[in-house]
């Protein structure tokens, strides 16, 4: 199990609000929940780009 630290935290706050696709800007009008946003494998993702706007294509294709 992973230990965030609170900078961790903080980013990961960041790079969701930077987010349109968490920010629900998507076909299904999907928004990141909060328990969704702390599982482990999740906050990784979060943390390593892979839903800042310009890197999700795979979501693109999916939820757009």
């Not at 609000?17 to 999907?30: A, H, V």
């Not at 706007?53 to 979501?59: A, K, L, R």
């Given at each position: 199990?992973?230990?965030?630290?609170?900078?961790?935290?903080?980013?990961?706050?960041?790079?969701?609000?930077?987010?349109?696709?968490?920010?629900?800007?998507?076909?299904?009008?999907?928004?990141?929940?909060?328990?969704?946003?702390?599982?482990?494998?999740?906050?990784?993702?979060?943390?390593?780009?892979?839903?800042?706007?310009?890197?999700?294509?795979?979501?693109?294709?999916?939820?757009n």
């Amino acid at each position: 199990l992973k230990t965030y630290k609170k900078e961790d935290f903080e980013k990961m706050i960041d790079l969701i609000q930077s987010s349109q696709f968490l920010k629900g800007k998507n076909k299904r009008n999907w928004k990141i929940p909060f328990d969704f946003a702390i599982q482990t494998e999740n906050a990784q993702k979060i943390l390593d780009g892979n839903y800042n706007d310009g890197n999700n294509i795979n979501i693109k294709e999916i939820w757009n």
